[in-house]
């Protein structure tokens, strides 16, 4: 029943070696991956005019194109740089994996714990974007804005445990309808401008009085250029999910990279272009795309489009940490710096823990901020650019080191975009630190410090373990003495001969044991014992404090010492099982708590023999008993 | 640490020769078990006269009188009742044993079951009684009425854990003083009432216009003596507590019976000649206990405190409840009728799981009606009295069939109670089954229902497990054949090698069993084993849908049908296990699993082999590898 709801609700269980067909092609991989990228378009002009307008007024749109510029370049450099190492790590991980194999392990563990920070803080804000979206349009379902963002992460988190190919079809439309939006938006703006029917809007003040060149500091063309690089998050995705691709996988992903950066530089140029042709100015009411759709359009059918493609797509945005994290934390898992679990395929063989563990981190986000997450955007960057900036060192210094043919220019490229990243590290976490990135600094340490903790627990469980296979040849595998059996007994019945019969068939060294909690209790046992034909010794230990568990436990540790180290003693309990729940209710389950308490024991093997207990036989047997007593009188 | 804090709530923990100790005499067991009848001397006669008034006006004084003698008679004929029921039934469970007893089993499960929604009932009503005095003083408290309510259950719960001597000193003393600060009035009014100080209040009058004779019908008297009978409720608990009183328990139990009898027939007829002398009225705003006391002591210090000791004996009466209640299940219990566990004394030697039952249904009930149970008053009387009547008709069964000495006065005094308190039940009915009364003709059969379920399980199990007597003697423990052990392994280790040791040690019939999830998953296991000195075979078995716990038990289902019927399988599990539960969490704990799933196999005995993994000790020996390296350097 159970069973069937999951497969009702997932889809038919799939069979391990059909994972080669829950595998995308390019076109549905792509918008899956890339609608995190795309959708920061949505807003990544409107963050360079919030830093620039104020401070340098008009002059803005003088500057916004050469900042845009530099993105596109950083753009290129990532695209670049992110297709190499698909070449280098093809079985995903991306920039955790370069960073661990090419610096040191504790890189690797600080872009792991970065992106698992930026993927959970996705699903958070992206949801609670696209709430915001909808009760926006729907004013009475605002006071259940949470709720609606933890009915959205479910749904996103079933389309998700549905395995990958079902998600990308039920998900990746939306982007592409975004991406169509935009570029007709563009067309048309541009169409317009060619016509000369273009007026600007008002051309805004400076607030700065002192309006020079001065005012145009290097500090703030790097504030405006690390608020234009939030056009960038997302990009490492691709290369996380790699294995994700159908094969030949390296070569589909890094076609899929090549798309992206398609998108990104026409939609980011596009915005760029039209932003500066309308001297759009940033405002409470409405977004700079809204300003350029009005523009372009007017408020008819398009603007609508546009409007409601936008909310969808931010949205959508968190289906790439749906499609990047999982694949990550399996990678890192594997590595045994997260719990084994996740890198185990589920029912429809998509990473379903890490799916929900992504969903949870999610929700708890909502819930903790009641819906109102947009605090959190400037905490993303942080974790993008220093997973960007170590991958790019990785990589650097591997072609520092292994030398291929034209490593000159390779290591170039990864050197340029490690400095620009790192600068951009840098200029974020000085300029955000106090509205929230300092929550990064506290939490990617803490991850860290779990995920060694993790793999030091591992490391010892391994330790305790593995025989080397070099001393695999040379055991012998000596045979234990006759064991011991204990067999703890409540009163003698048929489930405790079940039990006698067995454990003699294993050993003739059988110990009988009873608990005595008040006086003369033990007394009716006893003299049923004596009846019967056995030379098995019953044991009766008392327990004034009706503390059985413990009795038993301290007797058997006395056993233990008293016999030879190393001899294992097996507790043999008789155990009876009934068919349902409730009636294991009506009795005092205590093989359960010997069970737990002997199991911290050494020398101990706790063995259970079930006794099922079906009440129709027995109904059938006592109405027989009743017959043939009829039949006697 | 757990143990230390529930030492600290409840005192250290009691050994079982301890019970003597833990039991109360009649002075300090008199107000415990009485003050639910005392309690509801407050508001008898009360009870009356919103009966009598509204019909036949200034009338009702003069048939005050002989209704409060009728209900008299019948707390006298109840009294000698009882006692004689505890020189027949010394081991408590009252009218319960008697009905079971003399009359047929479903009767006794009747009378188990209406007095278990008394208990319950009285817990729920008389602390939100309490709470309602508590919040009337402290009118700010009002809105966390049910938050109170449910602290003072808890307390009660604690009070009676801790055992029943400490639960009869806390509780004791507020009986004794409402007692005798109704006796105080009662006195000061006599002697009011001598001086000829007493003016009448206004003679109210009868809302009936054609007052006559004819009004005072049969049915109004008895419908008047039905509301008086709210005086006897709580007579019953003596009765069901006896063993909880010091040897000689049915002397001392019977001496509290005078006692009580004497508390409530002053209390009683005390009351009811000062609401006569007064003329009171029934009123929203005053009780008639108030307006007596304000007639006698004015609002002075006398009245204040008897209101306190009123609204505390309110509380105290659930006190009665908590005594009577895990007795009575305790001894159902003992019967098979309730789960096993309600007989089991806990660590202060109290009935702890009755108390706690009690709590859980007293506190539901509060939380259901949110605090306001007055509603449910109506209730309680039914079941009483129900109670009452089997009990009379028991003891009247018993003296016709045994026939003692005296049996024909013994066996009339049954019967006219058994008559009266029939009466009693119907008139209560009727009149109140549309007031809530219905409820109870619910719940009462659904009780039993649930009894005769329980016993069916508890019969079930009894005739699986016993063995007749005269049967042992005969029993040849025949041994089992060889014992066929397999070993579910995930991979070739020394946890996996300390299990096949032990399996040498009981016998050569050894299978290693693993689960193959994914195609070629299983190579390196192979391997392995191929290089291990040893005969055992390697059984691999496909799962291509991961299901592990399912492959396992299919092939051991067709083992166990290929090998001998009876023949058991020992399933040996090496399972690791390690020292905080946090780390338990990083492990795929299929072991239990398996286990669940095996209990209910036939044939198979579960061996748990435990693999205590020391991270301390794994560590120190990297440490040492680490440093012979060094060495070998």
């Known amino acids: 029943m159970r069973k069937s709801i999951k497969s009702r609700l997932l889809g038919e269980k799939l069979p391990s070696n059909q994972i080669s067909e829950e595998k995308f092609n390019v076109f549905w991989g792509l918008p899956v991956l890339s609608s995190d990228a795309i959708s920061s378009v949505a807003y990544a002009v409107e963050e360079i005019l919030l830093v620039l307008i104020p401070v340098i007024g008009i002059m803005s749109y003088l500057l916004l194109p050469k900042i845009a510029g530099a993105v596109i370049i950083l753009l290129i450099i990532l695209t670049i740089s992110y297709r190499q190492i698909i070449d280098a790590y093809p079985n995903g991980g991306g920039a955790y994996i370069v960073a661990k194999d090419n610096l040191q392990t504790i890189f690797g563990l600080i ?17 609670s974007a696209g709430t915001a979206a909808i009760t926006s349009a729907i004013p009475f ?136 042709l309308f001297h759009t100015v940033p405002n409470e009411d409405m977004t700079v795309l809204a300003q350029i759709a009005t523009a372009v359009f007017g408020k008819g059918f398009m603007f609508y489009a546009i409007q409601v493609a936008t909310a969808i797509i931010l949205a959508m945005a968190a289906n790439t940490a749906f499609a990047g994290f999982p694949t990550l934390i399996s990678v890192i898992s594997r590595d045994g710096y997260a719990p084994r679990q996740l890198s185990a395929r589920g029912h429809r063989l998509s990473y379903s823990n890490g799916i929900v563990l992504l969903s949870l981190g999610g929700a708890l986000l909502v819930i903790i901020f009641k819906g109102e997450t947009h605090k959190l955007i ?115 019945n048929k489930m405790v001969l079940k039990a006698i019969k067995y454990a003699k068939s294993i050993t003739p060294n059988i110990e009988v044991f009873h608990i005595e909690t008040y006086e003369g209790e033990a007394d009716k046992l006893r003299k049923k014992w004596s009846m019967l034909n056995t030379d098995i010794p019953l044991i009766i230990k008392e327990s004034p404090f009706r503390e059985t568990v413990k009795t038993l436990v301290e007797y058997i540790e006395s056993e233990e010492h008293a016999s030879q180290p190393g001899d294992m003693i097996t507790v043999l309990l008789p155990h009876f099982v009934v068919k349902k729940s409730w009636q294991m209710s009506l009795h005092n389950n205590t093989s359960f708590l010997i069970i737990n308490s002997l199991l911290h024991e050494r020398n101990i093997v706790v063995s259970i023999m079930p006794f099922q207990i079906e009440e129709a036989r027995a109904m059938r047997q006592q109405t027989t008993v009743k017959q043939s007593d009829q039949h006697r009188e």
Chains 1, 2 share one sequence.
């Open 378 to 492: 400037p905490l993303y960057a942080v974790g993008v650019f220093t997973s960007f900036t170590l991958a790019q060192a990785g990589m650097f210094m591997r072609w520092i080191r292994l030398k291929p043919q034209g490593w000159q220019y390779k290591a170039a490229i990864n050197g340029i975009g490690c400095l620009v990243t790192f600068v951009t590290v840098i200029i974020v976490s000085v300029t955000k630190f106090l509205s929230g990135a300092w929550i990064v600094f506290i939490a990617i340490p803490l991850l860290i410090y779990f995920m060694k903790r993790i793999k030091r627990h591992y490391n010892a469980v391994a330790q305790e373990l593995d025989i080397p296979k070099e001393k695999l040849e040379q055991i012998v595998i000596r045979q234990k003495p006759t064991p011991h059996i204990i067999i703890p007994i409540d009163s003698l």
């Open 111 to 127: 872009v792991g714990a970065s992106l698992s920070v930026d993927y959970t803080l996705t699903v958070a804000v992206s949801i």
């Open 141 to 276: 379902l605002h006071t259940h804005k949470v709720a609606i963002a933890i009915i959205i992460i479910l749904l996103m988190t079933l389309g998700n445990l549905r395995g990958v190919k079902e998600s990308t079809k039920l998900f990746g439309i939306p982007t592409y309808a975004f991406v169509v939006s935009i570029i007709l938006l563009i067309i048309f703006g541009v169409l317009k401008s060619l016509k000369g029917d273009v007026t600007p809007l008002p051309a805004p003040a400076a607030s700065s009085v002192d309006l020079g060149t001065q005012a145009i500091s290097l500090f703030l063309i790097l504030r405006a250029f690390s608020s234009g690089c939030a056009a960038l998050t997302g990009v490492e995705a691709i290369c996380d999910a790699v294995p994700n691709f159908r094969e030949p996988s390296t070569k589909n992903a890094k076609t899929a990279y090549v798309f992206l950066a398609l998108m990104v530089l026409i939609t980011f140029v596009g915005t760029s272009y039209l932003a500066v």
